[in-house]
C-alpha cells in the first residue's frame, strides 16, 4: 500500500524546468482543462505552484463562455500533497509567517470554489494531503478504481486545516474527524462512499470517457443557472427550511424572468435548443 507520508515527500533530485506550472486548455465550447504540470514531484504543492493555480483559477472566475472546468494532474498521479522542499522551509519560518504562507493555499482553494462554471476533479494515482483537499474543493470527484487518497497531515504532527471548510462540506464532519486523526490511506470505493468521489471508472481510458460524457451534458445546461445553482446550495446547506423560504422563493421568480431562464422555457416549450446549446 502506498505510504501517505514516504510517497509524497521523497526527495527527487531531478531538476526539470518549472517554466510552466499549470497548463489551461479550453475548447471552443468552452470545456476547459487546468493540469497540475510537476509530474517529476507527483504534483505535490510548492509556494509557486499555488500561486499558479491561484493565478489559474482567478482567470476562469472572469473568463466568458467556460462551461466546465477539469482538474488534473500530469503523469498519472493528481497531487501527492506538500513538497518536502516546501516543507522543509516552513520549519525555520515563524508562526506569522507560516500563517502568510498557508493563506496564499487557502486563498488559492477558495479561488477554485469560487469558479461559476461545474468543477470537476479527475483523481487517478494519489490524492493526498492538500491534493485531496483540492479534490474536495471542485463541485465534483471522478477517480480511477486505482486511485488512493489520504488527509495524512497528522501523522507529521499538523492538522488538515485550510482544506477542512471544502472536506467537512464534501464528506461530513464524522467522516472528516476519523480521517483527519488517523490519516489512514484509503481507496476510490470508500472515497465514492462516504462523498468525497462521484463516481468510480476502471482506468485512464474510463477517465477519459468520463471526462468527454460530463463536457456534453454540461453544454445542455444554461451557464447562468449552473453558477446560480451552485451558489444556492452554499446559501441553504444547513439552514432551517423556514429561515431560507423566501430567499428561495425570490431567486427562483428571479430566473423565471431572466432571459437565459425565459428562453430555457421557451425552447423547451417549442421543442428546440436553447440558445446556449451547440
Given at each position: 500500500m502506498t505510504n501517505p507520508i514516504a510517497d509524497p515527500l521523497v526527495e527527487i533530485t531531478d531538476t526539470d524546468a518549472e517554466s510552466r506550472l499549470v497548463d489551461i486548455d479550453a475548447t471552443p465550447e468552452g470545456v476547459a482543462t487546468v493540469t497540475l504540470n510537476r509530474a517529476f514531484r507527483r504534483?505535490?504543492?510548492?509556494?509557486?505552484?499555488?500561486?499558479?493555480?491561484?493565478?489559474?483559477?482567478?482567470?476562469?472566475?472572469?473568463?466568458?463562455?467556460?462551461?466546465?472546468?477539469?482538474?488534473?494532474?500530469?503523469?498519472?498521479?493528481?497531487?501527492?500533497?506538500?513538497?518536502?522542499?516546501?516543507?522543509?522551509?516552513?520549519?525555520?519560518?515563524?508562526?506569522?509567517?507560516?500563517?502568510?504562507?498557508?493563506?496564499?493555499?487557502?486563498?488559492?482553494?477558495?479561488?477554485?470554489?469560487?469558479?461559476?462554471?461545474?468543477?470537476?476533479?479527475?483523481?487517478?494515482?494519489?490524492?493526498?494531503?492538500?491534493?485531496?483537499?483540492?479534490?474536495?474543493?471542485?463541485?465534483?470527484?471522478?477517480?480511477?478504481?486505482?486511485?488512493?487518497?489520504?488527509?495524512?497531515?497528522?501523522?507529521?504532527?499538523?492538522?488538515?486545516?485550510?482544506?477542512?471548510?471544502?472536506v467537512v462540506g464534501a464528506i461530513g464532519p464524522r467522516q472528516a474527524r476519523a480521517l483527519f486523526a488517523t490519516g489512514k490511506v484509503f481507496d476510490a470505493a470508500h472515497a465514492e462512499k462516504i462523498g468525497l468521489v462521484n463516481e468510480v471508472v476502471a482506468d485512464t481510458a474510463a477517465l477519459e470517457a468520463a471526462r468527454d460524457r460530463i463536457g456534453v451534458e454540461m453544454m445542455a445546461c444554461g451557464p447562468e443557472a449552473v453558477a446560480a445553482s451552485k451558489k444556492l446550495v452554499e446559501d441553504v446547506a444547513y439552514r432551517p427550511v423556514e429561515d431560507v423560504m423566501e430567499e428561495t422563493a425570490r431567486r427562483i421568480a428571479r430566473t423565471r424572468v431572466s432571459p437565459e431562464g425565459q428562453e430555457g422555457v421557451r425552447a423547451f416549450l417549442e421543442k428546440r435548443k436553447p440558445n446556449w446549446q451547440v
Amino acid at each position: 500500500m502506498t505510504n501517505p507520508i514516504a510517497d509524497p515527500l521523497v526527495e527527487i533530485t531531478d531538476t526539470d524546468a518549472e517554466s510552466r506550472l499549470v497548463d489551461i486548455d479550453a475548447t471552443p465550447e468552452g470545456v476547459a482543462t487546468v493540469t497540475l504540470n510537476r509530474a517529476f514531484r507527483r504534483n505535490a504543492f510548492n509556494a509557486e505552484l499555488i500561486a499558479a493555480l491561484h493565478e489559474a483559477f482567478e482567470t476562469l472566475q472572469g473568463a466568458e463562455g467556460v462551461r466546465v472546468v477539469f482538474l488534473r494532474g500530469a503523469g498519472g498521479t493528481f497531487s501527492a500533497g506538500a513538497d518536502l522542499e516546501w516543507m522543509r522551509e516552513a520549519i525555520d519560518r515563524t508562526e506569522s509567517d507560516n500563517r502568510d504562507d498557508a493563506m496564499q493555499l487557502a486563498r488559492m482553494l477558495k479561488s477554485l470554489w469560487d469558479i461559476p462554471a461545474l468543477t470537476v476533479a479527475l483523481v487517478e494515482g494519489g490524492a493526498f494531503g492538500g491534493g485531496a483537499g483540492l479534490a474536495a474543493a471542485c463541485d465534483m470527484a471522478v477517480a480511477t478504481v486505482d486511485a488512493k487518497f489520504s488527509f495524512s497531515e497528522v501523522r507529521l504532527g499538523l492538522i488538515a486545516a485550510t482544506i477542512s471548510p471544502y472536506v467537512v462540506g464534501a464528506i461530513g464532519p464524522r467522516q472528516a474527524r476519523a480521517l483527519f486523526a488517523t490519516g489512514k490511506v484509503f481507496d476510490a470505493a470508500h472515497a465514492e462512499k462516504i462523498g468525497l468521489v462521484n463516481e468510480v471508472v476502471a482506468d485512464t481510458a474510463a477517465l477519459e470517457a468520463a471526462r468527454d460524457r460530463i463536457g456534453v451534458e454540461m453544454m445542455a445546461c444554461g451557464p447562468e443557472a449552473v453558477a446560480a445553482s451552485k451558489k444556492l446550495v452554499e446559501d441553504v446547506a444547513y439552514r432551517p427550511v423556514e429561515d431560507v423560504m423566501e430567499e428561495t422563493a425570490r431567486r427562483i421568480a428571479r430566473t423565471r424572468v431572466s432571459p437565459e431562464g425565459q428562453e430555457g422555457v421557451r425552447a423547451f416549450l417549442e421543442k428546440r435548443k436553447p440558445n446556449w446549446q451547440v
